[in-house]
């Protein structure tokens, strides 16, 4: 069963708009909770981290976590063609698990 | 450079052969993992050290598959007797562990192609 769930897209937003990334999870004990963003070609880079319920903002990034429904998500604001990348939802329980990712493209 | 250094950047090799990478994770940091990506899937935990010890191997990480991080600093990958299904990019992490709040920070990884 797979642990980390995420809908591999593509998303496609216009340039400006806010584009809205989920994830699920599996295991409830899980304690710690993060969005890498991978361009093509390019190894992941951690963007956010979020551990308590609610929401956290850096920059035009928002992490949204809820532990009752196994839910996080991201809300980028003012997306940018720059922006556009997979998306990868990760879950400590234990080891860093990673879902498949979300392709977001931001159009021009 | 203070990130994580990952060699070769690229490895094209043939079935059956070996192949070693090597990883040089950030100096202060106690962890080192390994994780494989495939095209369309996230990355997948091979196995992880804290400091020489390794303590955790994926069931992935089959018998071909050897690591080592010797004097906990750097470490290798080996893969013996090659396959095709083993072509995949090879990322290292690595981290300071200091709570469960941990935070990984990959390499540029090695992208391996068995012909």
């Known amino acids: 069963q797979k642990e980390v769930e995420q809908n591999s897209g593509p998303l496609s937003v216009p340039e400006g708009a806010i584009a809205s990334l989920n994830c699920t999870y599996s295991?409830?004990?899980?304690?710690?909770f993060f969005w890498y963003r991978q361009y093509s070609g390019k190894s992941p880079e951690l963007i956010m981290s979020?551990?308590?319920?609610g929401d956290k903002e850096d920059g035009r990034f928002t992490a949204q976590l809820n532990k009752a429904s196994q839910y996080v998500s991201l809300l980028i604001r003012d997306s940018q063609p720059s922006d556009s990348a997979t998306y990868l939802c990760?879950?400590?329980?234990?080891?860093?698990?990673f879902g498949k990712g979300t392709m977001l493209l931001v159009s021009p | 450079d203070t990130g994580v250094s990952q060699n070769p950047r690229h490895k094209i090799t043939k079935r059956g052969q070996n192949v070693t990478f090597r990883c040089d994770p950030i100096?202060?940091?106690?962890?080192l993992y390994w994780y494989r990506q495939t095209l369309g899937q996230g990355p997948e935990f091979l196995t992880y050290f804290q400091n020489e010890a390794q303590l955790e191997k994926s069931r992935l990480l089959s018998d071909r598959f050897s690591a080592e991080r010797p004097k906990g600093s750097f470490s290798t990958l080996e893969i013996q007797r090659t396959e095709q299904g083993d072509s995949a990019m090879y990322l290292c992490a690595s981290s300071l562990e200091l709570s469960a709040n941990e935070k990984l920070f990959f390499g540029s990884g090695t992208q391996l192609s068995v012909l």
């Open positions: 295991d409830r004990g899980s304690q710690s």
């Open positions: 990760a879950v400590n329980p234990s080891t860093l698990t």
């Open positions: 979020i551990y308590s319920n």
């Open positions: 100096s202060e940091h106690n962890r």
